[in-house]
């Protein structure tokens, strides 16, 4: 929502963005009054109009943390620090932000003066094209960081905080009046500040209006409280948001959240862990179900503005909520503490919840029962004997590139551990394992550790029947054998992540992996991944939950448990699948019960005898069902893959959540879809295939020729969600879609075809309809009777073409590069529904011709070209839409327009308002003859009133220029001698560049 208040500071603050004689801006404002949210928006404006190479943006917080505040703005250039030492990095990241030329750096919540120099950050004195922008709660730290620009951000007014309390708290024409005017007392009790006003609004969403009532008399009756920062108005809307939370384990969650330090992003793995550790969900039957109540816990926080959430699996907590959360706790008798970097100081026997780097040793922590140390220690010389409450402890060890040795003597004190994770230790043993009988989740990260069979010993983890969850995570194991897994009874929960090794085809490593890896019964969640490095496109991040997760760079058939892992998989990745199957079903996952029917995501790879993917050719009586759940499936590297799917049919709902799909590498795939396949394709929406150097045809009917008669003009329409297509290096592929499915492409949006040599067309010819089809078009003409003269055409009666409005309506981006054989790109026909056409990009297309041409009909397999008069004279708004136009390369292009289509423009009388008004970039370096766009013809002037930048070749004699007033920037390229006939006039032209040779004249 947008509010006339900010404007003012929006508008202030995008000037001097762009500004080059301001370096240094201040936005400064209250907690919560949406600082950063502003401050977001600019960055999105100025990376829309590309007004810097680079736009970072690093969160800084009350603490400055210089080496964390580094690691951001590297990883947002992707750089990588070959030093460790904080002033050597702060050097070396200078120099690489000074080779962007303009770049702006976004610091937000700043609390104090920055040392630029210390951090890497160079000052305008040394880079002028450096610009930052601070955000921060105090106007002092403007001033002492010698802001040039100090902007104000003021809290909402009464009404626009009605207005956003409305939006929230979702009140419609249709809420009583009562409560309607009860909210408006409410929203002015919040005084102004968004975040309160959408935490309160949130939380009375959907109550009755005596809950409402209950909340405007706690508002209106609660006694300030000093909270530092400006919180005291605040504090007392964000306690009704917490009192109004129906559930403990929402209040409790609450809470636990509050004790990650500022800006800290939380994976949710990890703090449903944590929370069913500390009991917040009470007893359930399952570890599952107690995930779940979490996870319900978490959307509520969200809906209730209390929790953000940064993506799917991670959140984080606003500082002013985070604020209010430690008051709330020390109001409940709960202190919860989070020191990242001095000692801790408390209350003895106070503390529940901790957070630190420097554990005092004096520390009473009786009731502690939550402890997260990021620490350099190595002994704790005893210090857990005195956490008999502590239910949940994570060690982090805070030393870069060191596996200190972790002594875990003093481990074995905690009997009431329910949740322990370690970060980066060596552990030697697992002894102090079978001392914790309450222990219910161990998660390992980036350990070293002995070999499994020691988990399994009278010491290990098989002598703690309630342990739910195991997670070993890039760890580092001397023995790989993972028999132990079965030996834990009640295990519902296995992640094994990447652990070092060799995880190639036929390894040691793979070999005592397969003949040893066996699960329990009860196991329900899993995410085993050996050897990702080989699979590019696997994201840790996006697959982090690990629901169902199986990727294997090696795939033995004969161990069943991996198989039933496999098919009861959400997210599968394979690859070097074993010797001796020709397709994935039947051969390895049997048709019985839909096999793989619960994958989202599949990725198969380098497994060179595979033919295809399914083979139901032999299943002719049976129901095939397969694939219903899948969302992405990639392929690569198949050197021998033919098919996708040889099928006799399958049946609705095969692939029919599939959305995207990307092929490589595969050149022995002749055809990609047979159209009994495609046709229930219908949620696709983006399709990329590159280097399959045997692909001839995108789409072919089943006995593997493809349609040429009218089968395709049913109205069962075929990629009618398709968004994005790319296909790149399919040298056999002589079309991308025949002109007759183009008509289903509404919602296409991109499409980028590069190094196709045999493509000669973008949209095959248009196949005759059948009886019944003409009728149906017919009946549609008639029906747009009302303009009849733009639809008397010169077609055949039996080639009628139909001008669907919804035609390539959407598409967005059109690029086309290396298709030495292409002679034309639109037919007309298609050409006029290019409504949305932004940006057309043609290079180094060798033989095209015409970028507009007339239509093809193919009848009886013989081509006949026919023009129609509507389709060059009538409709001028075509390419209306257009913004940026490149022809480089393309030497025999004769026009850009027909002449015949630019005549047929001209008598419409208004070219100047209607065509290419919008048109801001156009560039080409061809050949152009006589014909060109840019002359003049039979006294007809082509006018682009709105083109700013024009680059062009004078290579063929006279080029005639028409005066084009907006224009600023001029590049001509003369490589023969060019008489102009005409008067030039370029009232706006700043720029103006002469080449010879390539040389500036």
Not at 353 to 381: A, G, H, I, M, Q
Not at 615 to 640: A, G, P, Q
Request: one cysteine or more.
């Amino acid at each position: 929502m947008t509010f006339e208040s900010r404007q003012s500071a929006y508008e202030q603050l995008l000037e001097a963005v762009k500004n080059n004689n301001i370096a240094m801006i201040g936005l400064y404002g209250m907690g919560g009054c949406g600082k950063t949210t502003l401050a977001m928006e600019v960055r999105k404006l100025v990376e829309a109009e590309h007004c810097f190479e680079k736009v970072l943006f690093v969160s800084i917080s009350s603490t400055v943390e210089v080496r964390r505040i580094q690691e951001k703005i590297a990883s947002s250039l992707q750089y990588t620090f070959p030093e460790t030492e904080v002033m050597e990095r702060a050097q070396r990241l200078c120099l690489r932000l000074c080779q962007e030329k303009k770049i702006l750096v976004i610091l937000d919540d700043v609390w104090e003066k920055l040392d630029f120099g210390g951090i890497g950050i160079p000052s305008s004195e040394h880079h002028k094209g450096c610009k930052i922008l601070i955000t921060t709660r105090s106007e002092e730290v403007c001033t002492s960081m010698d802001c040039q620009r100090k902007i104000y951000l003021p809290i909402l007014t009464d009404e626009e905080a009605w207005s956003l309390f409305q939006n929230k708290a979702l009140i419609s024409e249709g809420t009583s009046d009562a409560l309607r005017h009860m909210g408006r007392l409410i929203s002015k009790e919040c005084k102004g500040l968004p975040v309160a006003i959408a935490a309160v609004a949130s939380s009375l969403k959907g109550k009755n209006e005596t809950i409402w009532s209950v909340a405007l008399n706690k508002l209106r009756s609660s006694k300030p409280i000093n909270i530092e920062r400006g919180l005291i108005d605040p504090y007392k809307c964000l306690q009704l948001s917490y009192d109004n939370l129906d559930t403990k384990e929402a209040k409790s969650l609450f809470l636990l959240c509050s004790v990650f330090p500022e800006d800290f992003v939380i994976p949710v793995g990890h703090l449903t862990r944590y929370a069913v550790g500390l009991g917040v969900v009470g007893e359930t039957h399952s570890y599952e179900e107690a995930k779940s109540e979490v996870i319900a816990a978490k959307i509520k926080l969200v809906s209730s503005c209390l929790l953000l959430d940064e993506d799917n699996e991670r959140v984080k907590m606003h500082d002013t909520v985070r604020d209010v959360a430690h008051l709330i706790a020390k109001n409940e008798n709960k202190i919860i503490k989070c020191e990242v970097k001095k000692d801790v100081i408390v209350e003895q026997n106070s503390v529940r919840y901790l957070w630190c780097v420097k554990f005092p040793n004096d520390l009473d922590c009786s009731n502690l029962e939550f402890l997260f140390l990021r620490t350099k220690l190595k002994e704790f010389d005893g210090i857990f004997k005195r956490m008999g409450m502590l239910k949940v402890l994570i060690l982090f060890n805070d030393e870069d590139g060191i596996t200190p040795p972790l002594s875990t003597m003093s481990l074995k004190t905690l009997t009431n551990l329910r949740c322990l994770a370690i970060f980066g230790y060596e552990l030697s043993d697992f002894s102090f394992i079978s001392y914790m009988k309450k222990l219910q989740s161990i998660s390992l990260f980036s350990c070293s550790l002995p070999s499994c069979s020691e988990l399994q010993t009278n010491v290990g983890i098989t002598q703690v029947p309630t342990i739910k969850l195991l997670e070993l995570n890039k760890c580092d194991i001397k023995g790989k054998k993972f028999e132990v897994m079965k030996r834990t009874p009640l295990l519902e929960e296995l992640y094994i992540v990447d652990i070092e090794g060799e995880w190639d085809a036929n390894s040691k490593d793979n070999i005592d992996f397969f003949n040893t890896f066996s699960v329990p019964q009860t196991l329900q969640s899993y995410g085993i991944v050996l050897g990702s490095h080989n699979f590019y496109d696997y994201n840790v991040k996006e697959f982090c939950s690990h629901h169902r997760t199986l990727l294997l760079n090696y795939f033995n058939i004969s161990n069943e448990v991996v198989k039933s892992l496999a098919k009861k998989a959400k997210d599968l990745f394979i690859a070097n699948i074993q010797v001796g199957t020709k397709n994935i079903i039947p051969d390895i996952f049997q048709i019985e019960g839909g096999g793989l029917d619960e994958l989202n995501n599949f990725e198969i790879r380098d497994s060179e005898e595979i033919e295809c993917l399914i083979d139901t050719s032999n299943h002719y009586s049976e129901v095939v069902t397969l694939f219903s759940k899948l969302h992405t499936l990639r392929i690569h590297n198949m050197e021998n893959l033919r098919a996708l799917w040889h099928c006799f049919q399958p049946t609705n709902g095969s692939f029919e959540n599939l959305e995207k799909l990307y092929l490589s590498d595969c050149p022995k795939l002749t055809s990609l879809f047979a159209y009994v396949v495609a046709r229930r394709l219908v949620q696709l929406k983006i399709l990329k295939i590159t280097r399959c150097d045997g692909l001839e045809h995108i789409l072919v009917d089943d006995d593997k020729k493809e349609k040429s008669q009218g089968e395709f003009t049913t109205h069962v329409q075929t990629f009618q969600n398709l968004q994005e297509v790319k296909v790149n290096s399919c040298r056999k592929l002589k079309h991308i879609f025949l002109a007759n499915i183009v008509r289903g492409l509404a919602q296409l949006k991109v499409l980028e075809i590069e190094e196709c040599d045999m493509l000669d067309q973008i949209f095959g010819d248009i196949v005759p309809l059948t009886h019944h089809d003409q009728n149906e078009e017919l009946n549609e003409i008639v029906e747009e009777d009302k303009y009849p003269h733009l639809y008397r055409t010169s077609i055949p009666s039996t080639s009628i073409v139909k001008h669907s409005p919804g035609t390539l309506s959407s598409l967005a981006s059109l690029r086309i590069n290396n298709c030495p054989k292409l002679g034309s790109i639109f037919t007309a026909s298609t050409a006029k529904t290019l409504t949305s056409l932004e940006e057309l990009i043609i290079e180094e297309c060798s033989s095209l011709k015409h970028v507009v041409t007339h239509e093809r009909v193919n009848q009886n397999h013989k081509e006949n070209i026919f023009e129609d008069d509507h389709d060059f004279h009538s409709d001028i708004s075509i390419f209306q839409s257009l913004k940026k136009l490149h022809i480089i390369g393309c030497d025999l292009l004769q026009r850009i327009f027909s002449v015949s289509f630019v005549g047929g423009m001209m008598k419409m009388n208004d070219i100047k308002s209607e065509e290419a008004d919008d048109l801001k970039y156009f560039s080409s370096r061809n050949n152009f003859g006589e014909s060109s766009c840019h002359q003049k013809q039979n006294n007809t002037q082509i006018e682009l009133p709105a083109l700013e930048v024009f680059k062009f070749d004078c290579n063929q004699g006279n080029t005639i220029l028409d005066n084009y007033h907006m224009l600023r920037k001029l590049d001509m390229e003369i490589t023969f001698q060019s008489r102009y006939r005409t008067q030039i006039l370029f009232p706006q032209l700043k720029v103006l560049n002469i080449f010879q040779n390539n040389h500036k004249v």
